[in-house]
């Protein structure tokens, strides 16, 4: 019998009831303001380019022109890749790919994982903002909106954190695996 629950966090179950995949996504609305504000910079840099009559001198305009262009890609191709995030886990992966084109990704082996946590709240402030993030006292992660993440402990000691809805099906998710894999340190 199907579990409509976890058909709509996009797991499958298999014979033993685990589910085969888990995927999961979190979306940031707000990431397209701020891509709309890119494409509106670059938009004003290709108008000046095509349409000025470059009367003012040229080099004021050429610096213009280039400062509207450089700072629409950036703002554009910022945050677009940072509009929403998509967790898959399988038997042997966790992968994490960001944005439409799903760069910058991480594929962290199950085999390197000693313990997944559930995070009820991460916020961009913690880690310095949106986007892939470093923090030495904290670890890497993934932060594309305020609220409930999956805390990933690596085998190293490094610790791994993405925002992503439904975090704690997420989090049962790995631990399931990481249970039939007999990997210490998966219990909590």
């Known amino acids: 019998m199907k579990d409509p629950a976890r058909e709509e966090h996009g797991e499958r179950a298999v014979t033993d009831g685990r589910p085969e995949v888990w995927t999961g996504r979190a979306t940031n609305r707000v990431q397209w303001l701020l891509a709309s504000a890119g494409a509106a910079c670059l938009a004003l840099g290709i ?3 095509v349409g000025s009559m470059w009367t003012s001198g040229f080099a004021p305009l050429l610096m213009s022109v280039v400062g509207c262009i450089a700072a629409g890609l950036l703002m554009l191709f910022g945050t677009l890749a940072f509009v929403h995030v998509a967790v898959k886990i399988d038997k042997d992966f966790l992968e994490v790919r960001c ?20 995070a009820p709240t991460v916020t961009p402030r913690q880690w310095g903002g949106w986007g892939y ?56």
């Open 133 to 188: 993030r470093w923090r030495p006292e904290k670890g890497t992660a993934v932060v594309v909106r305020r609220g409930e993440g999956v805390v990933i402990r690596l085998g190293d000691g490094h610790k791994f954190t993405v925002t992503v809805d439904d975090a704690e099906s997420a989090v049962r998710a790995i631990r399931d695996r990481l249970r039939v894999r007999g990997t210490p340190g998966t219990s909590g």
């Open 47 to 49: 108008a000046l380019a």
């Open 99 to 118: 944005g439409h084109l799903g760069l910058p990704r991480r594929h962290i082996p199950l085999s390197h994982v000693v313990g997944a946590d559930f």
